[in-house]
């Protein structure tokens, strides 16, 4: 499968705890996007990270991508409980196809 | 605007019906797409179309058909159902197929196959 991996799968802290998740890959990726999803509702594009961009700040998030390790990561620092939803890497493989990745679901306890 | 709007919600078929699920979308987006959305599996590509008159399929083609007649509709077509497609179908656009494009999605149908 082509799918991005996340981790971890799951993530419960505390509101004004920071939240660290991690996509990786095993072919190679370009310009890569990070979607939140609340519960039954559909995706929502949060950031963008381009293939020649290590690091990217938006408000409270923190983007990181490295290209040789085919992986990012997504930090919310302060987290909220409006923070609570499923997170998704999503990665344009070589043939310039948009790959998700399997989610990490963040849980923010006021 | 209304964004990207899928119809129905909800549905529930029994074994060998076909259905289809309606997407349409009023920003113009020349790229369409649709996925399915499994527990633990992420979203997984099914059929997308780059403009009107030309699609292509995805990661998980099988038991579903697409056309695309015109810029704004994006039907996706059960032929014959099957528990194994018991599932969250999402449609999601793009000015762009390539390159930096982000995807608008739906807000989902939910399917059962009995």
């Known amino acids: 499968s082509q799918q991005g991996e996340e981790d971890p799968q799951a993530l419960s802290i505390q509101e004004g705890e920071n939240a660290t998740m991690n996509c990786s890959y095993k072919t190679s990726i370009n310009n890569l996007q990070w979607y939140r999803q609340n519960s039954g509702r559909g995706l929502v594009h949060l950031i963008l990270i381009r293939s020649n961009e290590r690091e990217k700040h938006s408000g409270r998030l923190r983007v990181t991508l490295d290209t040789s390790k085919k992986s990012s990561s997504l930090l919310i620092t302060a987290s909220r409980a409006a923070d609570t939803a499923s997170y998704f890497c999503a990665g344009r493989n070589p043939t310039d196809k948009l790959i998700f990745g399997t989610g990490t679901r963040l849980q923010v306890f006021p | 605007n209304a964004g990207v709007t899928q119809t129905p919600k909800f549905q529930v078929l029994k074994t060998g019906q076909s259905m289809t699920l309606q997407c349409a979308q009023d920003?113009?987006?020349?790229?369409m797409s649709w996925y399915r959305q499994d527990p633990g599996m992420g979203l997984r590509l099914i059929h997308y179309?780059?403009?009107?008159?030309?699609?292509d399929q995805g990661e998980v083609p099988n038991g579903y058909n697409v056309s695309r007649s015109t810029t704004e509709d994006f039907p996706l077509r059960l032929l014959s159902a099957a528990p194994s497609q018991t599932s969250v179908y999402f449609c999601?656009?793009?000015?762009?197929?390539?390159?930096?494009?982000?995807?608008?999605f739906g807000e989902g149908s939910r399917l059962t196959v009995l």
């Open positions: 179309s780059v403009g009107a008159g030309i699609t």
């Open positions: 999601a656009s793009s000015y762009s197929l390539a390159g930096v494009g982000e995807l608008f």
């Open positions: 920003m113009n987006h020349e790229y």
